[in-house]
């Protein structure tokens, strides 16, 4: 087969966008240039590689094999490049992150202080659920994946390296809120504001709450620390969040922190990724900066 290595980023373009368009745009081609390069490609493995069904696109079997290669040797070439400019001391670049949603706030500005030492590195941050962190994890598309529930069917280079508590908070005025100790059976009459299945922060609770047979009485699942923050101070519920949603500031957002017995729930953040992963010296260099900035914090 002769398919050249601009086609095979094209067509990584479609994989990850889905659609003709945006991979056109993400390669600075025309659609009608993209959509004979996308069919050079098919006609040269002689297998359908994709197809659309209504407005979706989606890739065959040997399509996703064709992208999982086509991004194997993508890092296999940035790798290359990256190790080049080590040389020059780490002038030029690109790293992909991909973190959970709760880690917003305090990636930011741990990339940010990375930043301001590299102002010639760009990096992608991108902040998702914790399901669609695991589907990237799987494809391999990032460099790191920050979460605190990394899962236990990939093999994976896994380091802890801040503490994450789960905590329960109530609105300020909630008397609940004025008790210096309060127990789980304390909270049994009370409705609960709980984050959506499959996030880290829900699996933490639900884990605890089994191993104390206690069934939280749940009103709300929602997918954001901020829309679990304005109910639970608007009176619906007890919220369990992570402390980091909080700023580290008891009260903000008309919400408190309860003092219950078996919380914060311990748990952890984790950097993550494939263990047979080879890291370039940039993403080294970056890893290097978040564990070396998170132990001088």
Request: proline share 4%.
């Amino acid at each position: 087969m002769n398919i050249t290595f601009r086609q095979l980023r094209l067509f990584l373009a479609l994989a990850d966008s889905g659609s003709v368009s945006a991979a056109a745009r993400r390669m600075h081609v025309t659609q009608p240039t993209a959509s004979m390069q996308l069919k050079e490609i098919t006609q040269q493995v002689g297998i359908p590689l994709y197809e659309v069904v209504g407005r979706k696109l989606s890739l065959t079997e040997v399509g996703k094999r064709l992208a999982e290669t086509a991004r194997d040797i993508t890092h296999c070439w940035e790798s290359f490049e990256q190790e080049i400019d080590a040389f020059q001391g780490l002038t030029r670049g690109k790293i992909r992150v991909a973190v959970v949603s709760t880690a917003k706030y305090f990636m930011p500005r741990l990339v940010g202080s990375f930043c301001k030492l590299h102002p010639s590195i760009d990096v992608a941050l991108e902040i998702l659920n914790r399901d669609s962190v695991v589907e990237r994890l799987r494809d391999n598309r990032d460099d790191f994946y920050i979460m605190s529930m990394p899962p236990g069917d990939i093999e994976l280079t896994d380091e802890s390296f801040m503490q994450n508590p789960i905590v329960v908070i109530a609105s300020i005025g909630d008397p609940l809120s004025k008790a210096k100790s309060l127990g789980l059976n304390d909270l049994a009459k009370h409705r609960f504001i709980l984050r959506e299945k499959g996030s880290g922060t829900r699996m933490a609770a639900d884990q605890h709450f089994r191993a104390v047979r206690f069934r939280p009485d749940i009103r709300l699942e929602l997918g954001s620390n901020e829309a679990i923050k304005e109910s639970v101070a608007g009176g619906l519920g007890l919220g369990v969040l992570s402390r980091h949603a909080l700023h580290g500031h008891d009260g903000e957002h008309g919400v408190r922190i309860l003092h219950v017995k078996g919380f914060p729930l311990a748990s952890a953040w984790h950097i993550v990724h494939p263990s047979a992963k080879r890291l370039s010296p940039l993403a080294q260099a970056f890893k290097q900066h978040i564990l070396t900035e998170v132990a001088k914090s």
